[in-house]
Antibody
Framework: QVQLQESGPGLVKPSETLSLTCAVSGYSISSGYYWGWIRQPPGKGLEWIGSIYHSGSTYYNPSLKSRVTISVDTSKNQFSLKLSSVTAADTAVYYC???????????WGQGTLVTVSS | QSVLTQPPSVSGAPGQRVTISCTGSSSNIGAGYDVHWYQQLPGTAPKLLIYGNSNRPSGVPDRFSGSKSGTSASLAITGLQAEDEADYYCQSYDSSLSGSRVFGTGTKVTVL
């Protein structure tokens, strides 16, 4: 069974960089598929942040592209998200997920709440 | 701002049929890209409900069905049950947004 688990600080100060990691078990990232990050502000809808292939190729949401970096570490079977210059608007539950062909997400992590506040 | 529009809420009595629409445009659904649906129960992560317009993953009851036509898609829930009360999101791909995966605005289903 594929499992994903997000980890990282739950509180980030404004203007700093949000950093999260998604550990994958039950499937080797090197075997294929894209791996994505999605976020959900409190009480609001889902927003795709970006996706990365095991080779390292990435696609980012144009509205976040200037601030986002997604990387993969196949040796640790994990991938990571960095979001720079955060503001209160970046407060959200952040999910990692496996992305199948034709752009859908079949396995999701439980999500982690990141609050941006001084 | 989402490029896929859903009604904010729909409701129905137990046993009834409800449908949720997902309206897109010529750069996403209308361009032939597949539509997928997710169910999000309160306080939990989204769960894949329908993929590739009308396919159900293993374990998803056949009460849930999906369809697509033109620039829109629909999710139908037949035999509505109390456990179906949740938020539902459609999702597709948009070619005008540099490879963006896009989600719908979300629909709250209430079982009366």
């Amino acid at each position: 069974q594929v499992q994903l688990q997000e980890s990282g600080p739950g509180l980030v100060k404004p203007s700093e960089t949000l950093s999260l990691t998604c550990a994958v078990s039950g499937y080797s990232i090197s075997s294929g598929y894209y791996w994505g990050w999605i976020r959900q502000p409190p009480g609001k809808g889902l927003e795709w942040i970006g996706s990365i292939y095991h080779s390292g190729s990435t696609y980012y949401n144009p509205s976040l592209k200037s601030r986002v970096t997604i990387s993969v570490d196949t040796s640790k079977n994990q991938f990571s998200l960095k979001l720079s210059s955060v503001t209160a608007a970046d407060t959200a539950v952040y999910y990692c997920a496996r992305e199948k062909r034709h752009y859908y997400f079949d396995y999701w992590g439980q999500g982690t709440l990141v609050t941006v506040s001084s | 701002q989402s490029v896929l529009t859903q009604p904010p809420s729909v409701s129905g009595a137990p046993g009834q049929r409800v449908t949720i629409s997902c309206t897109g445009s010529s750069s996403n659904i209308g361009a032939g890209y597949d539509v997928h649906w997710y169910q999000q129960l309160p306080g939990t992560a989204p769960k894949l409900l329908i993929y590739g317009n009308s396919n159900r993953p293993s374990g998803v009851p056949d009460r849930f069905s999906g369809s697509k036509s033109g620039t829109s898609a629909s999710l139908a829930i037949t035999g509505l049950q109390a456990e179906d009360e949740a938020d539902y999101y459609c999702q597709s791909y948009d070619s005008s947004l540099s490879g963006s995966r896009v989600f719908g605005t979300g629909t709250k289903v209430t079982v009366l």
